[in-house]
C-alpha cells in the first residue's frame, strides 16, 4: 500500500508540476501576445500620422533681388543670360521678350512665385516687368 500510495503522490506530484509549467508557459505566451499587439497597434496608429515629411519643390530660374540689381539698361542678350540664366520661355515669333518664372512648393504646402519679363529693343535690354524692384542704376547703361 506504502508503495502505490507513494507512487500516486509522485503521480499527483508530476501531474501538479507539470500543470505548473503549461501555467507558466502560458503565462510567458499571453505576456508575448500583448506585446505584440501592442506593438502592433502603435506601428499601425504612427502610419495614421498627420506628420508625412514633404520635399520642397522648386520650378524655374531661381532669381533673387540682388541679380535683378545687376541689369542695367542698354545691356546685351548675352549680358543678361550671363547674370539671369537662360529664360523659362521665350517667345517663338518675337526673340525680344524673355520670361523668367520661378515657384516653389513647400512641403507645408505654402506657395511662392516670382515672374520676370524682359524686354529687348535692337538685341539691348530695354525695359524690365515683374515682381521685382529694379535698382536706382537701371537707368545708367554698363561702360562698354
Known amino acids: 500500500m506504502r508503495t502505490l500510495?507513494?507512487?500516486l503522490y509522485a503521480?499527483?506530484?508530476f501531474r501538479y508540476d507539470s500543470e505548473n509549467e503549461t501555467g507558466?508557459?502560458?503565462k510567458s505566451m499571453n505576456v508575448v501576445a500583448k506585446?505584440?499587439?501592442i506593438l502592433s497597434s502603435v506601428i499601425t496608429l504612427s502610419a495614421c500620422s498627420s506628420w508625412i515629411y514633404r520635399i520642397d519643390i522648386p520650378q524655374g530660374n531661381y532669381m533673387e533681388q540682388r541679380d535683378i540689381d545687376k541689369l542695367r539698361?542698354?545691356?546685351s542678350k548675352e549680358q543678361v543670360?550671363?547674370?539671369l540664366g537662360n529664360p523659362v520661355a521665350q517667345n517663338?515669333?518675337?526673340d525680344n521678350v524673355w520670361h523668367y518664372y520661378y515657384a516653389i512648393q513647400y512641403g507645408n504646402g505654402n506657395k511662392m512665385e516670382r515672374s520676370l519679363v524682359v524686354h529687348f529693343d535692337n538685341g539691348r535690354l530695354a525695359k524690365v516687368e515683374g515682381d521685382f524692384e529694379l535698382s536706382e542704376e537701371f537707368d545708367t547703361p554698363l561702360d562698354n
Open 35 to 37: 506585446w505584440l499587439i
Open 24 to 26: 507558466k508557459k502560458m
Open 11 to 13: 503521480i499527483g506530484r
Open 81 to 83: 543670360r550671363f547674370v
Open 73 to 75: 539698361v542698354q545691356m
Open 92 to 94: 517663338s515669333f518675337d
Open 5 to 7: 500510495s507513494l507512487r
